[in-house]
């Protein structure tokens, strides 16, 4: 059994390296042709343990006190609106049957959502028109963005009107 094992083990050695920008991650190579060796860990002692024990406890605890007041401020916010006469009014009408006619209306696609406000970056679209924004939407530009993938940008007609031809 010893020598099946010693035999996966040398041939995963030979396919795997350490993932330099990973310090503790291994990606899998067909030749590792240089071998970068994991950061060595410092060694703590109790008594700095101890110390390092010390420091984070009270900060564990402020910050358990900080959700524990964002958690009691989120609920009492939840409970004051659940007993609003204005959201009261809303579920009475989300419950009707007109009220579910409209909502399964919507989740087939049957109503086209209102466009809204206008959502151009006018400083950075069109630096040299400012103010011409009528803040109603009136159709959209999708743009790639890097960090979140393309995306549909509402904007009211002055601001499409100004908009480059190139991101239309």
């Not at 989300?94 to 006018?122: K, V, Y």
Request: with cysteine; glycine share 8%.
């Amino acid at each position: 059994m010893q020598d099946r094992t010693d035999h996966i083990l040398a041939a995963i050695d030979g396919a795997l390296e350490w993932d330099p920008h990973e310090g503790d991650a291994m990606r899998w190579t067909p030749e590792a042709p240089h071998r970068v060796q994991p950061p060595k860990l410092p060694v703590i002692t109790p008594e700095q343990l101890e110390g390092l024990t010390q420091a984070f406890v009270p900060l564990a605890m402020a910050m358990q006190e900080s959700i524990r007041q964002i958690g009691e401020a989120y609920a009492s916010m939840a409970r004051t609106l659940a007993q609003s006469p204005e959201w009261q009014a809303f579920v009475e009408f989300a419950n009707s049957p007109q009220g579910r006619t409209l909502i399964e209306a919507h989740e087939r696609g049957e109503i086209e959502p209102d466009p809204g406000r206008c959502h151009c970056f006018c400083g950075r679209r069109h630096d040299d028109r400012m103010g011409i924004c009528a803040g109603e939407a009136a159709g959209t530009v999708r743009y790639r963005s890097a960090s979140v993938g393309t995306v549909d940008v509402a904007m009211c007609q002055p601001c499409l009107d100004a908009e480059p031809a190139q991101s239309r």
